[in-house]
């Protein structure tokens, strides 16, 4: 299964040798909710098969969109 990253506008997916990492979104209801935050699409719900893209995190490097970056670090989660 190819993993493609759930923010609008971002093409980035997971392709052999890229330097980028995939996340689920976490269980926890606090953090889950600042992911959808930062994902800013309206109406949207993440599924198990939505992942974001280590380049919307603090600790990526910074691709600025959809208004916001998820304030954590990808590291923290694991
Ligand atoms: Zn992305």
Redesign the pocket.
């Known amino acids: 299964m190819v993993h493609t990253?759930?923010?609008s506008g971002?093409?980035?997916r997971r392709t052999p040798g890229t330097a980028?990492s995939f996340y689920r979104f976490p269980r926890d209801p606090e953090r889950k909710q600042r992911w959808v935050d930062a994902v800013n699409r309206q109406g949207w719900q993440p599924n198990d098969g939505s992942r974001?893209?280590?380049?919307?995190f603090i600790s990526g490097m910074a691709?600025r969109?959809g208004g916001g970056l998820v304030n954590e670090t990808a590291d923290s989660l694991g």
């Open positions: 990253c759930v923010v971002c093409r980035n980028l974001l893209c280590s380049s919307h691709a969109v």
